[in-house]
C-alpha cells in the first residue's frame, strides 16, 4: 500500500510529524513502512507556466516556438516538441538553472537557430512513472489546470511536493489497504483524532428501483449485494487533484468513472464496479455461481472459460462479471455512456480468491475482497462514489439504493482482562492505562473491574480472541516498555542426543582429516537419484517428486548424496582447483510406495568425494593422488572412532556408477551399511572431473549400533613374539579373506595380524602375488617359548596352504 | 717410585691435552698404560718393595691409572663431537622452506553457525530437536494455525508432493510434534534448526533451500518479558555485550502477539552504517508468544500454559556475521569460498 502523506492529511492533523517521523512512529506501532519517498528528489527550479503563443519552429516540422509567461516581465522563448502544446495551456516549465530527476540540468539553448530558455515538461521528465502518466498526456507535455498560478511552483499543483509511505502490510492487517484505515491507524499511534465526511449529493426524484433489481441466488456466497444508477454522466478525463492522488497510489487515470471507482477504492478499501447501463442488458441483477464451462470475455478482452465454483454477476441470462475479479467487456463503460450501474458488495473472499487463482487475474480489487473488506463500509463507499459522480461527472442520482442482505452486521464482542495480558506480557499495566488504549484505537467497550468487552470494529476483522487485544494493549503501550526477565519456571537441562553427539564427533573427524563440509541442495533428478545409491537393485524406486517444480534440475528429493558432491567436484575442478575433497551429512527420501500415501523414508547419509591430490609436499615434489586405500585408511578410522572397527567389513562388490574392479560395500555386523569404490571411469568422462573416489554411509545404521563403553586392558606384562611370513597366492585370492583365515586359526594366543608387503612385479609368476603378513603371539599370563609360538604358527601356515592354495615364499 | 709414577701422570694429561687426533689419543693410551707401558714396569717393580709398602704403592698407581684413563676418555669424546658437529655444519637446512601442509577441512559455514546458536541456548536449559523434511500438511501449517484456505498459506510458495505432504516451509512442525510428545506438560524448551523449502527462484537474496532455526519455550508462567530476556542474552551472546534489542509488532499465524526482532547493529553500534542501512537496528529474528491455538491443538491448556517462539535464519545470520553478499554461496560449495571459515 502506497500512502501519500499530502492526502492522510486530509484525515489525521499531522501538524509537527514529518514523513520520516511518521514512518518510524507506524513501524514501532506494528505498521512497517518500507520506504518513505519525496517525489520532489531531485527536481528544482519548475514553475507554472502560461502559454501565450505557439507557432510552428521556422526550421524545423516538428517544433513549436512557443511564448510562455513564467511571471517576468518578458514571457520566455521555448522550444517544444511536444504534440500536445497549445497557446492557452497553464503547464510546467523548467527555467533555467532547474535541475530535473537524473541530475538533468537545464541550460540555454539554440534549437535550429532559435533560443531556448528553459523546457516545458512531460510528467515522465518529472519523475513520473510512465505506466501511470494518464493516456492525454502520455506522448507529450502535462498540462496544469487553469488555477495554477503563474510564475509559482509548479511541484504542489503536481502534488509532487508530496511523500509517499511504502507500507509493508502483513496478512491480518488488510485495514490498513485504504485511507480511512490508515488513518485509524496513524490517529491511534499518534493519539490523534480521526476526521471525516459523511458522503452527501442530491438525488433525484425517480427511484433507482425503477430501473434495476437485485437478486443474490445464495446469501453465503454474496452477504451484501447493492446497486445505484447515476445517470446523464460525461466521461472526461478527471481534474488534477484527482489523476494526482491516483498516480500517487500507484493507479494510472483513465477516464473520471473509472478514477472515481479507483478513488474510492483506496479511500474506502472497497472495489466498485461501473457497468454501462445502456449496455447491461436487462433491468435485472442476478447474482449465482457459474455453470461449468460457461464463458465470457472480460474487460480485458480476453475470453475466459469458468467453472461452477466461480462466482458471477448476471443480468439474468449471461455473466457480465466475475464477481470480485472482473468485468466483462460488453458493459465496459467508454467514452460514451452516460448512464452508470453503480455496484458495490461483499464477497465471500475464499470464492473471490479461489477466481482470481483459476483465472490468474490478481488485482487491487481482488486482493481486497480476499483479504477482507470492512463489511459496514460497503454501503458508504457506494455513496461516495455516487457523490464524486455528480461532482465530477455532473451525473444525476436516482433515489435510493437497490440491495440484497443487511446493510451493516453487529460488531464482534471480544473480552480481555488487565490480569491475564499483564501475566502475558509480563508488564504492571492499569486499568485506566488500557481504557486509553482502546480511547485511541477508536474501540468501544464496556468495563466490568479489570474485563474488558469490547465491540471489535468491522474494520478490524483480525481481532477475535483475548490474545489479539493483548497485542493491540502491547503495541500502543509499546513494547520498549516491556521490561527484559529471565523465565522464572521450573529449569531444565540443555543437552544433544547421542546421535547429535555422534554427528558432531564424525564433522570434527572428518574436518581434522582433510575433509570439508559441503551443503547441497535436497531437490535433484531422478536420473541423478538413481545412481550411485549403492545397492544391488536396479529397478527404479519410487522417487519422492514435487509435484510443480520449479526447474528440471530439481524434480525429485535425493535418495543418495553423491551426485551433489560429485557436482562440487566439478564445480572446483572447473575453476582450477583441482584437489576437492569434500563430505556431507543430509537426509535422503524415498517413498514406501509408489503413492505417497504416509511419511516417506527419510534417512541422513554420510557421503564424501575425493578428487585430486590427497598430500603434496610442494618443494619436495612429492605427490600423492587420491586412491581406494586413502578413502578406506579414512573410513577405518572413522569405524574406530564409533568402537566398530572390529564389526566392520569390507566386500569387494560391482555397483551402479561405480568401477567395477574398485568398490567395496561396507558391511556392519554382515549388514550392508554404505558403499565406497571408485568413480566408474565412464561416468568421470561425463561429468568431466578427475578420478574420483566415493563413498556412501547410512548414519542411523552406523549411530544405532550397539558399543561396548571403553574398559581398559591391563598393559602386557610379558614379551610377545613376532613372525612375518610371505605367501604367494593367486591374483583372485583377497588379502584380507587370507589375514581373517589366518585369524581363526591363529587362535587366542594369535594377537594381531597385520599386512606389511604386497609384491606383483615381474618377477612373480603369471597370475600370482605375494602378500607379506606379520604375526604377533602373545600370552597374557606367561612369557611364550619358541616352541609354544612354533606349534601355533605351523597350524597357521598349513592352514593357509591348504585354504587358499598359498605357497611359502623364500 | 712414588715420583716416578706423579710424573707420569703429569706427563700423559700434558700429552692428552695436546693431542689434537683420536689417533694421537690412542697413542697415547698404548704409550702409557699398554703392556709394555711405563706404568706396567712400575708395577712389575713392585716387588722389591718391603711388603708394608705395597699396598699403598698399589693404590697410588691405580689412580695414576685411573686419572690417565679418564682423561683419555673425556677428550676423546670431545674430538668426537668436534668431529661430529663439523659433519653436521654440511646438514644445514633452510628453515625458511615451507613445512609439510597438514591436510585440514572445515565445517561449512552454516553448520558452524548453526552449532554456535545450539551451544548458546543448550546453555540457556534448550534442548535440540529434529524432525522430517517432508512433512504432512497439518504439521507445516494447521498445528500452526494455518488451516487450509487460510490468505497467508499460499500453495506458491510450498513445493507440495501431494495434496497432503510437502517439503517443509519452516521448523516450526517440530514444535507441534515436540510438544504433543510431552502430553501437556511443561516444561518444553527447544530449538530446532534445520533445512526448509520455498518456491523462490535463487538469486542474491532467495535460495529454494535454506536453514531455519526455532526456538519454543512452554511452561506455566511464560511471559512476554521473558521472551525479551532470552533473546537479549542470546544476541548479546552472539554478537556482543552490548547488544541491545528491539520488538516490532509483527504478524505471524502460529503467535499472538508477534513481533520482529531487531538487535543494535554490531559494526556501528547503533550509530548508522551500510550493514543497517543507516538505522542501527538489524532485523534477525521473527517471535511471539505461541498462539492458544496452537497451544490447544497440541494438547496444552492455554488457560494454564503459555510460551513464546522464535525464529531465525542461519543464512542471514552468516551472511551479516561474515559480510557474505550472496546466498548462493552457501550451496555452490567452493572450495576458496569455504576454507575461510578455518576457526570454525
Ligand atoms: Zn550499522
Same mark, same amino acid.
Given at each position: 500500500m502506497l500512502v501519500s502523506y499530502n492526502w492522510l492529511k486530509q484525515y489525521v492533523d499531522l501538524e509537527g510529524v514529518d514523513p520520516h517521523e511518521l514512518a518510524d512512529l507506524m513501524t514501532k506501532g506494528g505498521i512497517e513502512v518500507e520506504g518513505v519517498q519525496a517525489l520532489n528528489e531531485g527536481i528544482n527550479g519548475v514553475l507554472v507556466g502560461y502559454v501565450e503563443t505557439c507557432e510552428q519552429h521556422p #526550421?524545423?516540422?516538428?517544433? #513549436?516556438?512557443?511564448?510562455? #509567461?513564467?511571471?517576468d516581465a518578458e514571457p520566455a522563448q521555448i522550444i517544444c516538441g511536444a504534440p500536445n502544446v497549445a497557446a492557452g495551456q497553464k503547464v510546467a516549465v523548467a527555467t533555467i538553472g532547474a535541475v530535473l530527476p537524473g541530475n538533468f540540468k537545464i541550460k540555454k539553448a539554440k534549437l535550429r537557430g532559435e533560443a531556448s530558455q528553459g523546457m516545458i515538461c512531460s510528467l515522465e521528465e518529472l519523475g513520473v512513472d510512465p505506466k501511470m502518466v494518464p493516456k492525454e498526456f502520455a506522448d507529450g507535455i502535462y498540462v496544469l489546470s487553469d488555477e495554477a498560478i503563474v510564475g509559482s511552483d509548479a511541484l504542489g499543483y503536481l502534488n509532487l511536493d508530496d511523500h509517499i509511505l511504502e507500507l509493508g502490510l502483513t496478512p491480518n492487517r488488510a485495514d490498513c489497504l485504504n485511507m480511512i484505515g490508515v488513518a485509524y491507524e496513524v490517529a491511534a499511534v499518534l493519539d490523534r483524532k480521526v476526521y471525516f465526511q459523511k458522503p452527501e449529493f442530491k438525488?433525484?426524484?425517480?427511484?433507482?428501483?425503477?430501473?434495476?433489481?437485485? #437478486?443474490?441466488?445464495?446469501q453465503e456466497d454474496n452477504p451484501y449485494y447493492s446497486a445505484k444508477v447515476i445517470r446523464n454522466i460525461q466521461v472526461r478525463p478527471s481534474p488534477t487533484w484527482l489523476q494526482n492522488r491516483l498516480i500517487s497510489s500507484g493507479i494510472r487515470p483513465i477516464n473520471n468513472i473509472v478514477d472515481i471507482t479507483n478513488y474510492v477504492l483506496i479511500e474506502y478499501g472497497q472495489p466498485l464496479h461501473a457497468f454501462d447501463y445502456d449496455q447491461f442488458g436487462s433491468k435485472e441483477i442476478l447474482v449465482r455461481r457459474a455453470k461449468d464451462g460457461e464463458q465470457m470475455v472480460t474487460l480485458d478482452d480476453q475470453k475466459r472459460t469458468l467453472k461452477g465454483e466461480h462466482l458471477v454477476i448476471t443480468n439474468g441470462n449471461v455473466p457480465v462479471a466475475v464477481a470480485g475479479v472482473m468485468g466483462g467487456a460488453d458493459s465496459e463503460v467508454t467514452d460514451k455512456t452516460t448512464a452508470i450501474l453503480l455496484e458495490a458488495a461483499y464477497f465471500n473472499p475464499s470464492i473471490v480468491r479461489l477466481a482470481s487463482k483459476d483465472l490468474g487475474l490478481r488485482s487491487e480489487s481482488s486482493t481486497r475482497f480476499e483479504k477482507g473488506l470492512d463489511r459496514n463500509r460497503v454501503y458508504e463507499a457506494a455513496n461516495r462514489a455516487a457523490q464524486l459522480m455528480v461532482e465530477l461527472a455532473g451525473g444525476e442520482v436516482l433515489e435510493g439504493i437497490v440491495e440484497s442482505g443487511g446493510r451493516y452486521v453487529d460488531c464482534e464482542e471480544v473480552s480481555v482482562s488487565v490480569s491475564r495480558a499483564n501475566k502475558v506480557l509480563g508488564t504492571t499495566i492499569k486499568t485506566e492505562e488500557v481504557q486509553l488504549f482502546f480511547k485511541r484505537l477508536d474501540f468501544n467497550y464496556d468495563l466490568e473491574e479489570d474485563l474488558f468487552n469490547v465491540e471489535v470494529p468491522t474494520r478490524r476483522p483480525d481481532i477475535t480472541l483475548e490474545e489479539d487485544l493483548i497485542e493491540e494493549i502491547g503495541r500502543i503501550y509499546g513494547y520498549d516498555a516491556i521490561p527484559t526477565t529471565l523465565p522464572d519456571g521450573s529449569t531444565t537441562q540443555g543437552s544433544l542426543t547421542t546421535a547429535q553427539k555422534k554427528r558432531r564427533k564424525v564433522r570434527r573427524y572428518f574436518e581434522s582429516t582433510g575433509l570439508f563440509q559441503a551443503v547441497t541442495y535436497s531437490l535433484t533428478t531422478a536420473g541423478k537419484a538413481n545412481r550411485y545409491h549403492g545397492l544391488e537393485t536396479d529397478e527404479e524406486p519410487s522417487f519422492v517428486s514435487v509435484s510443480m517444480p520449479m526447474s528440471e534440475e530439481r524434480t525429485v528429493l535425493r535418495r543418495t548424496l553423491i551426485p551433489q558432491l560429485l557436482e562440487v567436484v566439478q564445480y572446483n575442478q572447473n575453476r582450477q582447483m583441482n584437489d576437492v575433497a569434500v563430505y556431507e551429512v543430509g537426509s535422503t527420501y524415498l517413498a514406501k510406495n509408489s503413492e505417497l500415501q504416509e511419511l516417506p523414508n527419510e534417512h541422513q547419509k554420510l557421503a564424501g568425494a575425493l578428487s585430486g591430490l590427497w598430500q603434496t609436499h610442494p618443494w619436495q615434489s612429492e605427490k600423492k593422488v587420491v586412491d581406494f586405500y586413502v578413502v578406506k585408511g579414512i573410513l577405518d578410522g572413522l569405524f574406530a572412532l564409533l568402537g566398530l572397527e572390529n564389526r566392520i567389513e569390507f566386500e569387494q562388490a560391482k555397483r551402479k556408477g561405480f568401477h567395477p574392479g574398485r568398490t567395496a560395500i561396507i558391511l556392519l555386523d554382515g549388514k550392508q551399511i554404505g558403499v565406497v569404490g571408485q568413480l566408474h571411469p565412464g561416468d568421470q568422462k561425463e561429468w568431466d572431473i578427475k578420478e574420483t573416489f566415493i563413498f556412501e554411509l547410512e548414519l542411523d545404521l552406523l549411530f544405532n549400533a550397539e558399543v561396548n563403553p571403553v574398559f581398559f586392558e591391563p598393559l602386557p606384562r610379558y614379551p610377545s613374539i613376532t613372525r612375518d611370513i610371505a605367501l604367494v597366492l593367486d591374483q583372485?585370492?583377497?588379502?584380507?579373506?587370507?589375514?581373517?583365515?589366518?585369524?581363526?586359526? /591363529?587362535?587366542?594366543?594369535?594377537?594381531?595380524?597385520?599386512?606389511?608387503?604386497?609384491?606383483? /612385479?615381474?618377477?612373480? @609368476?603369471? /597370475?600370482?602375488?605375494?602378500?607379506?603378513?606379520?604375526?604377533?603371539?602373545?600370552?597374557? @599370563?606367561?612369557?611364550?617359548?619358541?616352541?609354544?609360538v612354533t606349534k601355533v604358527h605351523s597350524k597357521v601356515l598349513d592352514y593357509v596352504k591348504d585354504k587358499f592354495k598359498a605357497e611359502m615364499r623364500g | 717410585m712414588q715420583d716416578r709414577l706423579i710424573t707420569l701422570q703429569t706427563e700423559a694429561i700434558e700429552k692428552i691435552e695436546h693431542a689434537s687426533s683420536l689417533k694421537e689419543l690412542q697413542d697415547i693410551r698404548v704409550q702409557y698404560l699398554g703392556k709394555k707401558?711405563?706404568?706396567?714396569?712400575?708395577?712389575?717393580?713392585?716387588?722389591?718393595?718391603?711388603? %708394608?709398602?705395597?699396598?699403598?704403592?698399589?693404590?697410588?698407581?691405580? %689412580?695414576?691409572?685411573?686419572a690417565i684413563t679418564s682423561k683419555l676418555d673425556e677428550n676423546i669424546k670431545k674430538l668426537e663431537r668436534a668431529k661430529l658437529d663439523e659433519q653436521l655444519a654440511n646438514e644445514t637446512i633452510d628453515v625458511t622452506l615451507p613445512g609439510r601442509p597438514i591436510r585440514k577441512g572445515n565445517a561449512h559455514p552454516l553448520t558452524a553457525v548453526i552449532e554456535e546458536i545450539e551451544d548458546l541456548f543448550i546453555g540457556m536449559g534448550f534442548s535440540v530437536a529434529e524432525g522430517p523434511e517432508v512433512e504432512t500438511d497439518y504439521y507445516n501449517f494447521e498445528a500452526l494455525n494455518l488451516p487450509k484456505n487460510h490468505p497467508a498459506r499460499d500453495m506458491q510458495d510450498s513445493f507440495f508432493i501431494t495434496e497432503d505432504f510437502l517439503l517443509r516451509t519452516q521448523t516450526s512442525p517440530v514444535q507441534a510434534r515436540t510438544m504433543e510428545r510431552h502430553k501437556g506438560k511443561g516444561p518444553v524448551k527447544i530449538i530446532s534448526p534445520g533445512k526448509v523449502y520455498r518456491r523462490d527462484t535463487d538469486d542474491a537474496t532467495h535460495s529454494h533451500q535454506f536453514m531455519q532455526i526455532e526456538g519454543l519455550m512452554v511452561d506455566e508462567n511464560v511471559r512476554m518479558s521473558d521472551l525479551k530476556g532470552i533473546l537479549?542474552?542470546?544476541a548479546q551472546k552472539l554478537f556482543g555485550e552490548e547488544r541491545e534489542i528491539r520488538l516490532r509488532p509483527s504478524f505471524f499465524p502460529f503467535t499472538e502477539p508477534s513481533v520482529e526482532v531487531d538487535v543494535s547493529c554490531f559494526k556501528c553500534n547503533g550509530k548508522g552504517c551500510p550493514i543497517c542501512k543507516r538505522t542501527g537496528w538489524i532485523e534477525i529474528l521473527g517471535a511471539g508468544m505461541v498462539h492458544p491455538n496452537v497451544l490447544e491443538m497440541a494438547g496444552f491448556d492455554p488457560k494454564v500454559y503459555t510460551g513464546f517462539a522464535f525464529g531465525m535464519g542461519p543464512e542471514r545470520i552468516a551472511m551479516l556475521k561474515y559480510g557474505i553478499e550472496d546466498i548462493r554461496h552457501f550451496y555452490a560449495n567452493d572450495l576458496r569460498f569455504l576454507q575461510q571459515f578455518n576457526r570454525s
Open positions: #526550421n524545423a516540422d516538428k517544433l #513549436n516556438l512557443c511564448k510562455v #509567461n513564467i511571471g438525488e433525484q426524484s425517480e427511484t433507482a428501483a425503477d430501473y434495476i433489481s437485485v #437478486n443474490v441466488e445464495n583372485d585370492i583377497q588379502a584380507g579373506d587370507v589375514k581373517n583365515g589366518i585369524k581363526a586359526a /591363529g587362535g587366542k594366543l594369535l594377537k594381531s595380524v597385520s599386512i606389511f608387503d604386497l609384491y606383483e /612385479g615381474e618377477r612373480m @609368476e603369471e /597370475g600370482k602375488k605375494s602378500v607379506a603378513y606379520s604375526l604377533t603371539y602373545f600370552d597374557p @599370563e606367561r612369557t611364550l617359548t619358541d616352541e609354544d | 707401558g711405563p706404568i706396567t714396569e712400575v708395577l712389575r717393580g713392585m716387588g722389591q718393595l718391603p711388603a %708394608d709398602e705395597r699396598p699403598k704403592m698399589g693404590q697410588l698407581a691405580n %689412580d695414576v691409572r685411573e537479549t542474552t542470546f
